[in-house]
T-cell receptor, first 116, second 113 residues
Framework: GENVEQHPSTLSVQEGDSAVIKCTYS??????FPWYKQELGKGPQLIID?????GEKKDQRIAVTLNKTAKHFSLHITETQPEDSAVYFC???????????????FGQGTTLQVKP | NAGVTQTPKFQVLKTGQSMTLQCAQD?????MSWYRQDPGMGLRLIHY???????DQGEVPNGYNVSRSTTEDFPLRLLSAAPSQTSVYFC????????????FGPGTRLTVT
C-alpha cells in the first residue's frame, strides 16, 4: 500500500550544526515530494519540494535530495538557528488517473530542537 | 484573502454525539482534503476532493463523512463520535491536486470523552 516512513522522530542539534531528516516511500510511481514545517499551534507550511525529474534542490539553508532508485529523499538544514525548531513532515504523492487526482501521504513527522 | 479557515478551534464531544467540522477556502482551489494529526503518527489523510461533487477516501476514512457541494466548502462530519477520534484535524486546499502546494488551515482540536 501507499506508505511514507520518516526518521528520526526527534532530532536535537546545537545552533549552527546541520540537521538531516530522511524519508522512504513505497510507490515507485510517486513523482512529487514536498516538505512541510509545522510551528506550535499552527498548520503545516510548505518549505521546499522536489519533483522526480530532479535529484537535488536548494533554497538558502535548506536542501532536498531525491534518490528514485532507492525510493528515498532527505531534507538538509545547514547552519541551524533556534527558529528552525519545529515539527517537519515529508510527503509523497500517489496519483491516480491524472495529476489532479490522487493523494498526498505524509510521514510521521520529526521534532527538531535547535539548542542555542 | 482569508486562506483556509476552520471552525470551531476547539470542541469537546461525548461518545455517540455527532458534529460537523467546517472548512472553507477563498482561493478558488479545486482540491481539498482533511487530515488528522496524532502524536507519533503524523498527518493521516481522511478524505479528499478533487472538485465540487467529487470526493474519495484517504488512509483513515472510517467514522467520517464528507461532501463537496461548492468549490469553497468541504465539511467533515462525525456521525457518532468515539474516543479514538480525539485528535487535531486539519483541512487543506491546493490549486489543482496533490502535486501542488497544500495550504493548511489552523486546525480544530477535538476531544471525545
Amino acid at each position: 500500500g501507499e506508505n511514507v516512513e520518516q526518521h528520526p522522530s526527534t532530532l536535537s542539534v546545537q545552533e549552527g550544526d546541520s540537521a538531516v531528516i530522511k524519508c522512504t516511500y513505497s510507490d515507485s510511481a510517486s513523482n512529487y515530494f514536498p516538505w512541510y514545517k509545522q510551528e506550535l499551534g499552527k498548520g503545516p507550511q510548505l518549505i521546499i519540494d522536489i519533483r522526480s525529474n530532479v535529484g537535488e534542490k536548494k533554497d538558502q539553508r535548506i536542501a532536498v535530495t531525491l534518490n528514485k532508485t532507492a525510493k528515498h529523499f532527505s531534507l538538509h538544514i545547514t547552519e541551524t538557528q533556534p527558529e528552525d525548531s519545529a515539527v517537519y513532515f515529508c510527503a509523497a504523492s500517489f496519483t491516480l488517473f491524472s495529476s489532479n487526482t490522487g493523494k498526498l501521504i505524509f510521514g510521521q513527522g520529526t521534532t527538531l530542537q535547535v539548542k542555542p | 484573502n482569508a486562506g483556509v479557515t476552520q471552525t470551531p478551534k476547539f470542541q469537546v464531544l461525548k461518545t455517540g454525539q455527532s458534529m460537523t467540522l467546517q472548512c472553507a477556502q477563498d482561493m478558488n482551489h479545486e482540491y481539498m482534503s482533511w487530515y488528522r494529526q496524532d502524536p507519533g503518527m503524523g498527518l493521516r489523510l481522511i478524505h479528499y476532493s478533487v472538485g465540487a461533487g467529487i470526493t474519495d477516501q484517504g488512509e483513515v476514512p472510517n467514522g467520517y463523512n464528507v461532501s463537496r457541494s461548492t468549490t469553497e466548502d468541504f465539511p467533515l462530519r462525525l456521525l457518532s463520535a468515539a474516543p479514538s477520534q480525539t485528535s487535531v484535524y486539519f483541512c487543506a486546499s491546493s490549486l489543482q491536486g496533490p502535486l501542488y502546494e497544500q495550504y493548511f488551515g489552523p486546525g480544530t482540536r477535538l476531544t471525545v470523552t
